[in-house]
């Protein structure tokens, strides 16, 4: 089983793209409730919490995923670690193949999720909104962007326009790297 480990709703569609498009990701984790209403959005908690989780249903539907909602407190995941990597492990066999986000990551959520250990699978890293500062051993991806833009806009327009409104830049390239 290919599972992919996702801090937020969003992470691995703009990490894993190109993956997911070939059919290569079986189950997709979702550790964060992605509960922080963006800067200048005016809209109650709930209601943001349920557009969330309706955009990660449309996502996964869309690519035909099974998957889980752990929906530990956005920004927050490094205080529950040891009890996300239990929770995580029970999904998980010997031999599975797991896709977590890269060690060089600089959101604080990424970087809590790119530490789980999985000692009996393979563990790939991806991308998320950072290229590696080294990219010795990673393998990337190129992809048609404005297609991916354009359904990433469809399938998550919560977190389209507030990433735009940040001014966060989407990599136009996939970083893959085995982990040893």
């Given at each position: 089983?290919?599972?992919?480990?996702?801090?937020?709703?969003?992470?691995?569609?703009?990490?894993?793209?190109?993956?997911?498009?070939?059919?290569?990701?079986?189950?997709?984790?979702?550790?964060?409730?992605?509960?922080?209403?963006?800067?200048?959005?005016?809209?109650?908690?709930?209601?943001?919490?349920?557009i969330?989780?309706?955009?990660?249903?449309?996502?996964?539907?869309?690519?035909?995923?099974?998957?889980?909602?752990?929906?530990?407190?956005?920004?927050?995941?490094?205080?529950d670690?040891?009890?996300?990597?239990?929770?995580?492990?029970?999904?998980?066999?010997?031999?599975?193949?797991?896709?977590?986000?890269?060690?060089?990551?600089?959101?604080?959520?990424?970087?809590?999720?790119?530490?789980?250990i999985?000692?009996?699978c393979?563990v790939?890293?991806?991308?998320?909104?950072?290229?590696?500062?080294?990219?010795?051993?990673?393998?990337?991806?190129?992809?048609?962007?404005?297609e991916?833009?354009?359904?990433?806009?469809?399938?998550?327009?919560?977190?389209?326009?507030?990433?735009?409104?940040?001014?966060?830049?989407?990599?136009?390239?996939?970083?893959?790297?085995?982990?040893?």
């Open positions: 089983m290919n599972i992919a480990i996702e801090p937020h709703s969003d992470d691995v569609f703009l990490g894993c793209y190109s993956l997911l498009k070939l059919g290569l990701i079986n189950k997709v984790i979702t550790v964060s409730d992605g509960g922080t209403v963006p800067e200048g959005v005016n809209i109650e908690y709930e209601d943001y919490i349920d969330r989780y309706r955009e990660t249903v449309n996502f996964r539907e869309m690519f035909n995923l099974g998957g889980s909602y752990l929906w530990y407190d956005d920004g927050e995941l490094d205080k670690f040891t009890k996300i990597q239990e929770e995580i492990s029970n999904y998980v066999k010997p031999g599975d193949t797991i896709f977590l986000p890269s060690y060089s990551e600089k959101h604080p959520d990424h970087k809590t999720i790119s530490k789980l999985f000692p009996d393979s790939i890293e991806y991308s998320i909104s950072t290229i590696p500062d080294n990219l010795e051993g990673f393998t990337f991806t190129q992809f048609r962007f404005k991916k833009m354009k359904l990433f806009k469809k399938l998550y327009p919560s977190q389209y326009e507030s990433l735009k409104f940040s001014g966060y830049e989407f990599l136009e390239c996939e970083y893959f790297r085995v982990r040893k």
